[in-house]
Nanobody, 116 residues
Framework: QVQLVESGGGLVQPGGSLRLSCAASGFTFSNYAIDWVRQAPGKGLEWVSAINTGGGSTNYADSVKGRFTISRDNAKNTLYLQMNSLKPEDTAVYYC?????????WGQGTQVTVSS
């Protein structure tokens, strides 16, 4: 069955770093572009970053540009989000979303809390 499992979240102090992972199974990972999307407490979904199927094209929201780096390893069916210089406003549940022209899948999310 299709699964996207995020991991790597946690509590970190402002200025710190975290690396999120999204492990995929049950579908052809390399055929799907993937986004990271987050939801802060009491707010709607916010798109964070995207990467194309081959990993050669990436995009970032202005709020994270220069601090976050998205990457993927198609041999390991895994997506990553390296988050540096974290700010309290980065606190949210982070989701990976794999999508193609035909369908899409969501993970269950991982909590990131940035607080001193």
């Amino acid at each position: 069955q299709v699964q996207l499992v995020e991991s790597g979240g946690g509590l970190v102090q402002p200025g710190g770093s975290l690396r999120l992972s999204c492990a995929a199974s049950g579908f052809t990972f390399s055929n799907y572009a993937i986004d990271w999307v987050r939801q802060a407490p009491g707010k709607g979904l916010e798109w964070v970053s995207a990467i194309n199927t081959g990993g050669g094209s990436t995009n970032y929201a202005d709020s994270v540009k220069g601090r976050f780096t998205i990457s993927r390893d198609n041999a390991k069916n895994t997506l990553y989000l390296q988050m540096n210089s974290l700010k309290p406003e980065d606190t949210a549940v982070y989701y990976c979303n794999a999508w193609s022209r035909r369908d899409g899948y969501w993970g269950q999310g991982t909590q990131v809390t940035v607080s001193s």
